[in-house]
């Protein structure tokens, strides 16, 4: 069957961004690109399934270097896969009810260890040192300390992505992870954004919380680990 002439932007949400709002982010080599190390553990292809945008990706990361790529069903000869899962894709619907959060504060690179120490804690998903680069997160304090977060991650035009949903499990039921994410979501559509999020397919918590807020499922999709042909420092010929 013919692939449709203008995929959806959330079909490859990654590429998406780094050709879009993200662009002064990317690291780029023709087809493919990705975002710096220590801001999001992802690159993208414009076309998965097109040989020559793996073989830009492979210049880009560099011969034997292991790499996230999304979303992804099968990589060419050569490259290895080394390590995967599956997971989903959420899109607000208009019964996404947003509100701010008098309470949260807004969250920058000052308070990087404290979020990464949240995380470490959470696991809520991939979270580096420069992640909050790529917008805005907000946070919860009690007593002074960082008990619960959420922010925007992928940008495309059009759409905003919700990341890094997490909640101290000493302070969980109390419904801060609901009134971040209709905090987050509130800025986003206030810029005409449609909010989205993902989350991993067995994740079942963390689905039925984003359900029962007003977010359907969209798509499901394969997430992959993959490591670029040749040995590491490998010079290529001219």
């Not at 050709?19 to 087809?31: C, D, I, K, S």
């Not at 390590?83 to 969250?107: I, K, W």
């Amino acid at each position: 069957m013919a692939r449709p002439p203008h995929p959806h932007p959330l079909d490859n949400a990654v590429w998406a961004a780094l050709t879009g709002p993200h662009a002064h982010l990317a690291e780029r080599v023709g087809l493919a690109a990705r975002y710096p190390a220590d801001v999001y553990a992802f690159a993208a292809l414009a076309d998965p399934a097109d040989p020559a945008a793996w073989d830009d990706l492979r210049t880009l990361v560099g011969a034997g270097t292991a790499v996230h790529v999304k979303p992804v069903d099968r990589v060419p000869a050569g490259w290895e896969t080394v390590g995967g899962g599956v997971g989903v894709q959420f899109v607000a619907t208009d019964a996404l009810c947003t509100a701010s959060a008098p309470e949260a504060v807004q969250l920058g690179s000052a308070d990087v260890p404290e979020i990464l120490d949240l995380v470490a804690r959470t696991r809520p998903g991939p979270f580096l040192k420069r992640t909050v680069a790529l917008g805005t997160y907000l946070g919860i304090r009690h007593q002074g300390r960082l008990i619960a977060m959420a922010g925007e991650r992928l940008r495309l035009s059009g759409w905003t992505e919700i990341s890094a949903v997490c909640t101290d499990p000493e302070h969980r039921g109390r419904g801060l992870g609901t009134r971040l994410i209709r905090a987050v979501a509130a800025g986003i559509r206030e810029r005409g954004d449609t909010p989205f999020l993902h989350a991993a397919a067995d994740n079942t918590p963390a689905i039925r919380l984003y359900e029962s807020l007003g977010f359907a499922l969209r798509r499901r999709s394969a997430i992959m680990s993959v490591r670029a042909p040749g040995t590491p420092g490998e010079v290529e010929a001219l």
